[in-house]
């Protein structure tokens, strides 16, 4: 496919990208009484929790961004496999909106040249070098497979990188394809993928609850296979701590929000 008509195909449904601003946007939660809002975003991960989380989610009615790959799960599946789809149907009724976390979720690595990026697996070795063709390509995938499963679901014209690692060159080519990198705030980071020998549950509870802000954009999986204490555990009492101080729950607007 031409670069045009990629572009056009995967732009089809998503809002123009606009200059984000950090912080609440108007007609948020903040305005209805809250305290501050918090943006929870979701990367997809081990998803051993996933279930858990989402019923927290659902019971408490909080809102979140879903960043999807197709990577493996504890099933012996992909994320983005049909077996997944009554999940994701069931999160899109729920109000969840969705946006790609690329497709393989390898790593950015460098920029080789003028729109060409390094693009390497996890493990490391091989990799390839992708073009602004294979960038959009390597970006667009999941929305499509969401598009197929939910053809209900909201999904922004954003995205994450693996790892929120970024080059230059990554940013202004997925830029190209109509897409606005989304990152995380400072405090948002909640140490799911951390090692729970020397972050357990209990700390990342008390650290979280006590350095969130209004307008943070937060971070988290739907599992993490390394971790030998699962964050998943105190996901409720996380949020039930937050709602306590005030705080509402939003996804992110169309153009994001400023880190």
């Not at 991960?45 to 960043?67: C, D, K, P, Q, Y």
């Not at 053809?151 to 080059?167: D, E, F, K, M, S």
Request: charged share 20%.
């Amino acid at each position: 496919m031409q670069r045009r008509g990629l572009l056009a195909a995967g732009l089809g449904g998503l809002a123009a990208p606009a200059l984000a601003q950090r912080g609440p946007v108007p007609g948020s939660t903040l305005q209805r009484g809250c305290a501050g809002t918090l943006y929870l975003t979701i990367d997809t991960g081990w998803s051993r929790e996933a279930e858990l989380i989402a019923e927290v989610m659902r019971r408490h009615g909080v809102r979140a961004t879903l960043f999807v790959a197709n990577e493996p799960t504890h099933r012996g599946d992909r994320q983005l496999e049909e077996s997944w789809a009554s999940f994701w149907r069931a999160r899109a009724a729920e109000g969840h909106v969705f946006a790609t976390h690329t497709w393989r979720h390898w790593y950015f690595r460098g920029d080789r040249g003028p729109g060409q990026v390094s693009y390497i697996p996890r493990t490391g070795g091989g990799g390839e070098v992708l073009d602004q063709q294979a960038l959009c390509a390597e970006l667009y995938r999941p929305i499509e497979a969401i598009r197929r499963m939910v053809p209900q679901a909201t999904i922004l014209p954003i995205w994450r990188a693996p790892g929120g690692i970024t080059t230059p060159g990554t940013i202004r080519m997925a830029e190209a394809c109509g897409l606005r990198h989304q990152g995380w705030t400072r405090n948002g980071f909640l140490g799911d993928e951390l090692p729970a020998d020397t972050h357990p549950n209990a700390a990342l509870l008390e650290r979280n609850l006590r350095n969130l802000r209004d307008g943070d954009v937060l971070v988290m999986h739907w599992g993490v296979r390394s971790r030998r204490e699962p964050f998943g555990l105190v996901f409720e009492a996380l949020i039930t701590g937050l709602l306590q101080r005030g705080f509402c729950f939003a996804p992110l607007p169309p153009e994001g929000i400023r880190t």
